[in-house]
């Protein structure tokens, strides 16, 4: 039961995503170029909700669904590595035209094309794990 929950959220993001165009080319585009607020405001409000939605899950100790503590580790802060991780997927962003998450709604909306960049995101992250060892962390 808790499968089909998971499906329906998804189907549910995936329009939401879809029809706020947050999986949209052209928005993307035009926020890369500073031509419009729309993905900022959508950009922005994601990053309200998920800092509320974290305080909530930490002050009220929610648990998941199968009863486990929800445990968020502390990051060690670093420049280097933030402003490293964030051009490298900024640039990945901007040349496939899609973060992680829209390229879903993408290839679901039937956007054939977006199956190259997926492909190349689960081969990046299965390179990633071979070498995660090896890498600054």
């Given at each position: 039961?808790?499968?089909?929950?998971?499906?329906?959220?998804?189907?549910?993001?995936?329009?939401?995503?879809?029809?706020?165009?947050?999986?949209?080319?052209?928005?993307?585009y035009e926020m890369f170029r500073f031509e419009s607020f729309h993905m900022y405001g959508i950009i922005g409000t994601a990053l309200v909700f998920g800092i509320i939605f974290i305080?909530?899950?930490?002050?009220?100790?929610?648990?998941?669904?199968?009863?486990?503590?929800?445990?968020?580790?502390?990051?060690?802060?670093?420049?280097?590595?933030?402003?490293?991780?964030?051009?490298?997927?900024?640039?990945?962003?901007?040349?496939?035209?899609?973060?992680?998450?829209?390229?879903?709604?993408?290839?679901?909306?039937?956007?054939?094309?977006?199956?190259?960049?997926?492909?190349?995101?689960?081969?990046?992250?299965?390179?990633?794990?071979?070498?995660?060892?090896?890498?600054?962390?």
């Open positions: 039961m808790k499968k089909v929950l998971y499906i329906v959220l998804g189907l549910v993001f995936g329009v939401i995503m879809y029809k706020s165009e947050a999986a949209s080319w052209f928005r993307i305080q909530l899950i930490k002050r009220f100790n929610i648990k998941t669904f199968d009863g486990e503590p929800i445990v968020i580790e502390d990051k060690e802060k670093s420049i280097a590595r933030y402003l490293i991780g964030g051009i490298i997927f900024g640039l990945g962003w901007a040349l496939a035209g899609a973060c992680p998450g829209p390229i879903f709604v993408l290839v679901g909306a039937g956007f054939v094309p977006i199956i190259i960049v997926l492909i190349s995101a689960v081969l990046g992250t299965f390179v990633y794990g071979l070498l995660k060892d090896k890498l600054p962390h």
